[in-house]
């Protein structure tokens, strides 16, 4: 008995949901066809690659190990084919994009669906997550990540930077006692993100003592961002969520003038080689679309970079607030 392409793709797709139903929800077959699939694809090859017990399968090591030379392999072959097909046919296969949930939102979702009409023979999914998702073993073509790139082994191309703002709205200002420098930073607290400690994603560096975590806290920026319009705190948030609340006035920048390191926005994808031809006109697609200052950051006074200018100083308006809402 061989296998099939069709078995190696059933069996990585098992080892991904960590069940049959996972996998043959996701595939919209049946339980029992996705069950023969890998009990065909085991018996072809001579080795367990699950355990079952009371309803629960585990991967043996020798999954694991199988898996880990197939997915490249299986990626390489896809690769070939779609390549194969030569530019005349216009791009064909599948896409599939991991991107963070509040810029893909925002932001991707007019770039992606431009590129979905221009390439109607392909087929474009979408998973808006922010947890980081290790793109190969998930099966997405490219990713979109935001901040310091972690993982080496990640093809990326940098489409832009954005800064993070420290925000407020004005009713929050205006209750609590005035911040005029740095200093007065500890006598607040701030809207926590639940991924990761305020300390921990600080911008400013050491010398700048970041406020005290408030009682407040959400795993979402745009949730942070609707807490601290609501005048419950202090919000460390990148201009690309905050830059509406910004220009109609519900938010004010706090301390403008704190130098930073910008969060850079890059789009990354696997080390296949040849890349895709999909891949490759995605990636151009989406660097066009950023390049240059990216629509939000248009009209809003950005922060200086750190060893760059500062920025303007603000020009003076109501008390109590301490940034200013441009145009």
């Known amino acids: 008995m061989g296998w099939t392409i069709t078995d190696i793709e059933t069996f990585l797709a098992v080892l991904d949901a960590g069940s049959i139903s996972g996998a043959a929800a996701r595939a919209d077959l049946s339980k029992s066809v996705v069950s023969k699939r890998i009990s065909d694809f085991e018996a072809a090859i001579g080795v367990a690659l699950f355990t079952r017990h009371a309803g629960r399968i585990a991967p043996t090591d020798s999954a694991l190990s199988l898996a880990e030379r197939l997915r490249p392999a299986l990626a390489e072959l896809v690769a070939a084919t779609e390549s194969a097909q030569g530019g005349g046919a216009g791009l064909r296969g599948r896409l599939a994009i991991a991107a963070p949930m509040s810029f893909g939102i925002r932001h991707l979702g007019p770039v992606i669906a431009g590129f979905a009409r221009a390439h109607p023979g392909l087929e474009i999914v979408l998973d808006y997550d922010d947890r980081h998702t290790d793109l ?42 005035p911040i005029v420098g740095p200093g007065d930073l500890a006598g607040h607290e701030a809207i926590g993100y639940l991924n990761a400690r305020l300390a921990e994603v600080w911008p400013f560096g050491p010398e700048v003592a970041a406020p005290r975590g408030g009682r407040i806290m959400a795993n979402n920026g745009e949730a942070m961002r609707d807490m601290a319009v609501g005048g419950l705190g202090l919000a460390l948030l990148p201009l690309f969520i905050v830059h509406d609340a910004l220009r109609d006035g519900r938010l004010v920048q706090v301390l403008p003038g704190l130098a930073q390191q910008p969060l850079p926005i890059s789009v990354v994808w696997p080390p296949i080689r040849p890349l895709p031809p999909k891949t490759r006109a995605f990636i151009d697609h989406i660097a066009g679309a950023f390049s240059g200052d990216p629509p939000w950051q248009r009209g809003i006074l950005r922060p200086a970079t750190a060893g760059g200018p500062a920025p303007r100083t603000p020009r003076p308006g109501p008390a109590p607030s301490l940034g200013e809402k441009t145009e």
């Open 136 to 177: 190969g073993r998930a099966g997405f073509d490219l990713g979109l990540r935001i901040g310091h790139l972690k993982d080496s082994s990640l093809m990326a191309r940098r489409l832009c930077e954005d800064p993070r703002l420290l925000v407020a709205s004005p009713d929050y200002l205006a209750l609590h006692p």
